[in-house]
């Protein structure tokens, strides 16, 4: 049903894309990748259609009843206390960012939701390093307050 519903996707409004089994195949194992683990990272060269890929999943899986809500950021776009958040030192007042900001979203969705965070853009060091507890088995992300948002 989700093969049949992603060739549906591909060939009709706004993406008019030819039927490409290759890209079809991609598809699925991202989609058997996410349910099999917390998170996974697609990468490949600009304009070779990473972001076709899980826009067509998304739609595909909305299509075949699941209902799925995507955060998508471009990580190397902001400063890193504008993506993790940061504390006021004279207040000591937390604010989030907009990665932490997702992450909130995401666990208070109920359990029969996808929920993806998109971060879309080059891989840094500096902001990836962040993930590594989230995609463990840890499933947590550790804010610099120290605070942590479990995943489930």
């Known amino acids: 049903a989700l093969e049949a519903a992603i060739r549906e996707v591909m060939v009709a409004k706004p993406y008019f894309l030819e039927v490409d089994e290759v890209q079809i195949k991609k598809m699925l194992q991202?989609?058997?990748?996410?349910?099999?683990?917390?998170?996974?990272v697609v990468v490949g060269p600009s304009g070779c259609g990473k972001s076709t890929v899980w826009n067509v999943l998304r739609t595909a899986l909305e299509k075949c009843g699941q209902k799925v809500v995507v955060h998508?950021?471009?990580p190397k776009s902001m400063h890193r206390q504008r993506l993790l958040g940061h504390m006021d030192l004279d207040t000591r007042e937390w604010t989030d960012g907009v990665l932490t900001?997702?992450?909130r979203r995401v666990v208070r969705e109920p359990p029969e939701t996808r929920s993806w965070i998109v971060c879309d853009g080059d891989v840094d060091p500096e902001w990836i390093e962040s993930l590594n507890s989230v995609l463990d088995d840890n499933h947590l992300l550790t804010l610099p307050n120290g605070e942590r948002i479990s995943f489930r």
Do not use: F, H, S, T
């Not at 991202?30 to 996974?40: F, H, I, N, P, V």
């Open 101 to 103: 900001e997702a992450a």
């Open 72 to 74: 998508v950021m471009n």
């Open 30 to 40: 991202l989609k058997e990748a996410l349910d099999q683990r917390m998170g996974c």
